[in-house]
Nanobody, 131 residues
Framework: EVQLQAFGGGLVQAGGSLRLSCAAS????????IGWFRQAPGKEREGVSC????????YYGDSVKGRFTISSDSAKNTVYLQMNSLESEDTAVYYC????????????????????????WGKGTLVTVSS
């Protein structure tokens, strides 16, 4: 059974940091592009960051470049999202998702299609940034 479990959300003040974790199981971790998407109240879901562990390709959405860092640990089948300099606009439910790299390619998250096209989704974790 494929599972993506997201952890680490919470309440933080603007300017603070949080680290999200996505624990994956039930599929070959290195064969997938795994990433983070978010949906703020009243807004559409958007891609935040993705990583293709087998070839090192990393994608960041424009709104998080320079503030967020994605990494992966293949031994633990876990993807991390370090979020620094958080802003109130980062408040959202953050979802972990995965797509087959051989089908969609390592650059999939740079496409708007990825928002609705990832193969597997986990339940979200809420991040609230207070100003």
């Amino acid at each position: 059974e494929v599972q993506l479990q997201a952890f680490g959300g919470g309440l933080v003040q603007a300017g603070g940091s949080l680290r999200l974790s996505c624990a994956a199981s039930g599929f070959p971790f290195d064969d997938f592009v795994i990433g983070w998407f978010r949906q703020a109240p009243g807004k559409e879901r958007e891609g935040v960051s993705c990583i293709s562990s087998s070839d090192g390709y990393i994608y960041y959405g424009d709104s998080v470049k320079g503030r967020f860092t994605i990494s992966s640990d293949s031994a633990k089948n876990t993807v991390y999202l370090q979020m620094n300099s958080l802003e109130s606009e980062d408040t959202a439910v953050y979802y972990c998702a995965a797509a087959v790299r051989a089908i969609y390619g390592p650059y999939y998250c740079s496409s708007d299609d990825s928002v609705g096209g990832m193969d597997y989704w986990g339940k979200g974790t809420l991040v609230t940034v207070s100003s």
